[in-house]
């Protein structure tokens, strides 16, 4: 007869959240925040075909920080799950918040029930119109989700990132300057991240039904001054 | 729904059609023979190939036992380099350019790349099959579109069984295909531009509206025209209905001018 040991639920807890925040502070943080027209994400990423930022559907965007294949799965499903309502239904009637709560649910229950922990922290954003508002929501590794109207970090250096980019946010301004307060903020005073080192993606009304876009490196070079 | 899902081994990969399939959602066989009895048709389409692209010309009208519809849109663009047209029942017609559209779309997602023009014409094949082959309600597609990495306009026509087949002059589609095809097997030559394949493609469709109960031709009463589509280098765009108008106007205007014969000569 094999023995079970009691563990507290407050302690087993406690070692999930420490084994996925250490599986989630490997990598990069990525910043999401809101402009005058749209909305601008942007990670620090060397690689330029394993994306972080993908489109999901007209006006909605994800972001995922973590283990890659674990957050690629989540961005694959979210696709499906949008094609599939959108198709069911009508365009306007796929809502971020939906896709935010079924990632939360997800995300928790792994946490909870799963043989580990996802280690990933993700974001849906989408851009409003009349029927939808514009908000990003943060889905952490425990299935705790949020919703801002402003900015979001996801990442290992959340905290600092987040800190140092509230010092510079007031309101919503030009996307170029958006962006340039979202790169120095995840650099820091210490460092400099080069253009060719970011993944940057937008939503913005540009006269098409799809609003996102991801920015090419030539033109992440120009709106940085490079 | 909740969040699908799947196991490495299980998934069904960028495919919205397999997809589809994995979750139970995809055009039902249907034994009812009435059916096909209820469900209006789209009539004649046809796509010329030129020298920078391709044009593609619709009628507009739903046939039942009467005019079901005037205004019916028989092309869509699939993708900004992708028109797709329909003929047969009208109800899986418009179903199947919704299910087109969204899988490139899909499949653009889910990859951050597109599928190239032949990987769509052959995607296309095994849905309408599995439509044709198992339900008297049948879908007869066309796909024209320019190829962007052979940087030429480029037509894959179906036959009823789902068989995929590149023409490189011209396709044709619909019930008034006999009388669309004649014209422009008379008219077609390998050098055209834009202007005539325009004409010639108008020609054919107004010899279909003319000569085939279930082909619209252009309606002047109700300024109602024919779709004009050029899908060439910069995309889909479809002719302003003025100028198709004019264009129509003038066909007309020729023939009633020798009492509604040709005269020997594509005019």
């Given at each position: 007869m094999s023995n079970f040991f009691y563990v507290a639920p407050e302690q087993m807890t406690k070692d999930r959240a420490t084994f996925a925040q250490k599986g989630i502070a490997r990598g990069r943080s990525i910043l999401a925040s809101v402009y005058d027209?749209?909305?601008?994400?942007?990670?620090?990423?060397?690689?330029?075909?394993?994306?972080?930022?993908?489109?999901?559907?007209?006006?909605?965007?994800?972001?995922?920080?973590?283990?890659?294949?674990?957050?690629?799965?989540?961005?694959?499903a979210g696709i499906r799950w949008a094609d599939t309502t959108g198709y069911t239904y009508a365009r306007d009637d796929v809502d971020?918040?939906?896709?935010?709560?079924?990632?939360?649910?997800?995300?928790?229950?792994?946490?909870?029930?799963?043989?580990?922990?996802?280690?990933?922290?993700?974001?849906?954003?989408?851009?409003?119109?009349?029927?939808?508002?514009?908000?990003?929501?943060?889905?952490?590794?425990?299935?705790?989700?949020?919703?801002?109207?402003?900015?979001?970090?996801?990442?290992?250096d959340a905290e600092s990132v987040k800190t140092r980019y509230q010092a510079l946010f007031t309101e919503p301004?030009?996307?170029?300057?958006?962006?340039?307060?979202?790169v120095s903020a995840l650099a820091g005073?210490?460092?400099?991240?080069?253009?060719?080192?970011?993944?940057?993606?937008?939503?913005?009304?540009?006269?098409?039904?799809?609003?996102f876009l991801r920015l090419h490196p030539d033109a992440i070079g120009e709106m940085l001054g490079a | 729904m909740g969040l699908p899902l799947f196991s490495a081994s299980a998934d069904p990969g960028p495919s919205f059609f397999h997809y589809s399939r994995a979750i139970g959602l995809e055009f039902p066989p249907t034994s009812n023979e009435n059916l096909q009895a209820m469900s209006?048709?789209?009539?004649?389409?046809?796509?010329?190939?030129?020298?920078?692209?391709?044009?593609?010309?619709?009628?507009?009208?739903?046939?039942?036992?009467?005019?079901?519809?005037?205004?019916?849109?028989?092309?869509?663009?699939?993708?900004?380099?992708?028109?797709?047209?329909?003929?047969?029942?009208?109800?899986?017609?418009?179903?199947?350019?919704?299910i087109a559209q969204l899988s490139f779309e899909h499949?653009?997602?889910m990859t951050n790349s597109s599928l190239s023009l032949e990987g769509k014409a052959n995607y296309l094949s095994p849905i309408i099959q599995g439509n044709n082959l198992t339900s008297p309600l049948v879908v007869i597609p066309l796909l024209a579109g320019w190829d962007r990495s052979h940087q030429m306009g480029r037509v894959f026509e179906y036959d009823g069984a789902g068989g995929t087949y590149e023409r490189h002059d011209f396709a044709t589609i619909g019930s008034g295909s006999p009388f669309a095809e004649s014209a422009l097997r008379l008219g077609f030559r390998a050098d055209m531009d834009q202007e005539e394949a325009l004409e010639l493609g108008a020609?054919?469709?107004?010899?279909?509206?003319?000569?085939?109960?279930?082909?619209?031709?252009?309606?002047?009463?109700?300024?109602?025209?024919?779709?004009?589509?050029?899908?060439?280098?910069?995309?889909?765009?479809?002719?302003?209905s003025e100028s198709v108008g004019e264009r129509f106007r003038a066909i007309s205007e020729r023939r009633a001018s020798t009492g509604g014969i040709p005269g020997g000569t594509l005019r």
């Open positions: 027209i749209g909305v601008l994400m942007v990670a620090e990423n060397p690689s330029v075909s394993l994306n972080k930022i993908s489109e999901v559907y007209d006006r909605i965007a994800f972001a995922g920080v973590g283990k890659y294949n674990e957050f690629d799965r989540l961005r694959e971020a918040r939906a896709l935010a709560n079924f990632y939360a649910q997800h995300v928790g229950d792994m946490f909870s029930e799963g043989p580990k922990p996802l280690e990933v922290e993700i974001l849906v954003a989408q851009l409003g119109n009349m029927f939808h508002e514009t908000k990003l929501y943060q889905i952490a590794y425990d299935g705790t989700i949020s919703d801002e109207s402003h900015f979001a970090v996801l990442g290992g301004v030009s996307r170029e300057l958006t962006l340039r307060n979202a005073s210490e460092r400099t991240i080069a253009s060719t080192e970011l993944e940057v993606g937008i939503l913005e009304d540009r006269g098409a039904r799809r609003a | 209006p048709h789209a009539t004649t389409v046809v796509a010329v190939r030129y020298n920078g692209g391709v044009i593609m010309v619709a009628d507009r009208q739903a046939t039942g036992s009467y005019i079901a519809s005037r205004d019916v849109r028989k092309v869509e663009a699939a993708d900004q380099y992708t028109a797709i047209a329909i003929s047969g029942t009208a109800a899986r017609g418009m179903q199947f350019i919704r499949y653009e997602k020609l054919a469709i107004y010899e279909a509206g003319d000569n085939d109960p279930s082909t619209g031709g252009p309606d002047f009463v109700r300024n109602l025209f024919p779709m004009m589509v050029v899908i060439d280098a910069s995309g889909y765009r479809e002719i302003p």
